[in-house]
């Protein structure tokens, strides 16, 4: 008995998982692509997917190795172009984190009045 393979393409990649319209010419935007050499070698892409059906926007991330094609999605209100310029973005840093939080702490108040002026 064989055990049961992966779908080598994703679904996700045909059909809006929202609405179930197929995604047209255009609608799909590769934004990346790595591939890997460590524990588990492969392939990674991230697309951004829009439905020219119910304007919803898809993240989806294809990984493709040895062991098969998996493939994960969520459901975002980013733009493409906006996603694409967040993954072309430095990473945030332990010290970005920390440099936020001593600004939040110190200036509270000029962060709260900026917020609701
Ligand atoms: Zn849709």
């Known amino acids: 008995m064989h055990a049961p393979q992966p779908q080598p393409t994703p679904h996700m990649l045909a059909h809006c998982p929202l609405c179930q319209a197929a995604y047209g010419d255009g609608s799909v935007r590769l934004l990346g692509e790595v591939t890997s050499t460590l524990a588990v070698p492969g392939t990674s892409r991230l697309f951004h997917l829009t439905c020219s059906q119910c304007s919803h926007a898809i993240l989806a991330v ?12 969520l459901v975002t ?38 917020l609701v002026g």
């Not at 294809?62 to 999605?73: K, N, P, R, Y």
């Not at 072309?88 to 200036?107: F, N, Q, T, Y």
């Open 62 to 73: 294809i990984l493709e190795s040895a062991h098969g094609v998996s493939s994960i999605g």
């Open 77 to 114: 209100d980013l733009e493409a172009q906006d996603a694409a310029r967040i993954h072309d973005a430095d990473p945030i840093s332990a010290d970005d984190v920390l440099r936020a939080h001593h600004e939040l702490g110190m200036k509270s108040k000029e962060w709260c009045l900026g």
